[in-house]
């Protein structure tokens, strides 16, 4: 069995430690614990690991995130994974920092990458993992808080939900969405 996990984030260093970025970072310590590299390749970062029998492939899309879909779309069709046995992590502010909340499908919710693969795989049932980046901004400073790099304190407190997002994408690869959903989502 396949599965394909899409890491939402934007490519270059100005983007690299920021809220915006936590799919990217995810799939960064994932592949660390596994000793992964990461290739270079077709709009994507990439890298695979087998677990429990199944072929877990990882791609941190190099379209920037408001062209995710392109990426996504891409990987799915190359590897032949199906739309069920794809999982995207995204930052989400509308839940509290450190959150996690796994959807078998839902609304875009004003996110610019989840638009785009909307829009380019066909709509909005594909399972995602929501990291809650708070939203502890001004009216109208969104795209300065979730752009903007995490403070000293959401640094030293990222280690404990980043590893819970990695036990629940090898869950979802190998019990699947819906016990992984009832595991987790509390």
């Not at 599965?3 to 984030?9: R, S």
């Not at 934007?10 to 936590?22: A, S």
């Not at 739309?83 to 909340?101: H, N, Q, S, T, Y």
């Amino acid at each position: 069995m396949k599965y394909l996990i899409v890491g939402l984030g934007n490519i270059g260093p100005e983007y690299e430690l920021t809220r915006h970025n936590v799919g990217f970072l995810i799939l960064d310590r994932l592949a660390d614990n596994k000793n992964l590299p990461w290739k270079s390749d077709r709009l994507a970062f990439r890298t695979d690991f087998s677990y429990k029998g199944r072929q877990i492939h990882l791609i941190k899309p190099t379209t920037y995130m408001n062209l995710s879909g392109k990426a996504m779309n891409y990987w799915m069709k190359n590897l032949n994974v199906p739309k069920e046995k794809v999982l995207v992590v995204v930052d989400d502010i509308a839940l509290p920092f450190g959150k996690l909340r796994l959807k078998a499908k839902g609304s875009a919710a004003g996110h610019n990458g989840l638009k785009n693969i909307e829009e380019l795989t066909g709509g909005q049932d594909y399972a995602r993992l929501r990291f809650g980046i708070g939203d502890n901004f001004p009216k109208g400073r969104q795209i300065d808080y979730v752009l903007g790099r995490w403070t000293r304190q959401e640094i030293e407190a990222l280690p404990d939900p980043m590893d819970k997002a990695i036990d629940m994408i090898t869950s979802f690869c190998t019990i699947g969405l819906e016990q992984t959903m009832n595991q987790f989502n509390r």
